[in-house]
């Protein structure tokens, strides 16, 4: 089992940069998929971005966020990151970091809290 904590939100003017930022319990974090999803007031929960377990060179990313977030970790320091450049009103919501560590690739099993992050126009 793995615990997660995220931080780093906040309120950013659009085309600023924000750094989330994901703490995960435990000795096993280089067992774990990890991503990042957010959820929009009166949305669903949508992907955003996703590593394997191994390393993060191996990433996926919505196409809404292609481009302009990435998504590193390191599993010495049992964190994941995700960079969010460029940011728009639209990326307003409470951004969850996920952990997965299931044979099926990108099947996420633990979630943090969430943090909120706001873009002003």
């Known amino acids: 089992q793995v615990q997660l904590v995220e931080s780093g939100g906040g309120l950013v003017q659009a085309g600023g940069s924000l750094r989330l930022s994901c703490a995960a319990s435990?000795?096993?974090?280089?067992?774990?998929?990890m991503g990042w999803f957010r959820q929009a007031p009166g949305k669903e929960r949508e992907f955003v971005a996703a590593?394997?377990?191994?390393?993060?060179?191996?990433?996926v990313y919505a196409d809404s966020v292609k481009g302009r977030f990435t998504i590193s970790r390191d599993n010495t320091m049992n964190t994941v990151w995700l960079q969010m450049n460029s940011l728009r009103p639209e990326d307003t919501a409470v951004y969850y970091c996920?952990?997965?560590?299931?044979?099926?690739?990108?099947?996420?099993?633990?979630w943090g809290q969430g943090t909120q992050v706001t873009v002003s126009s």
């Open positions: 590593t394997r377990r191994w390393s993060s060179s191996v990433a």
């Open positions: 435990g000795r096993t974090f280089s067992s774990y998929d």
């Open positions: 996920a952990a997965g560590a299931s044979t099926q690739v990108y099947k996420f099993d633990y």
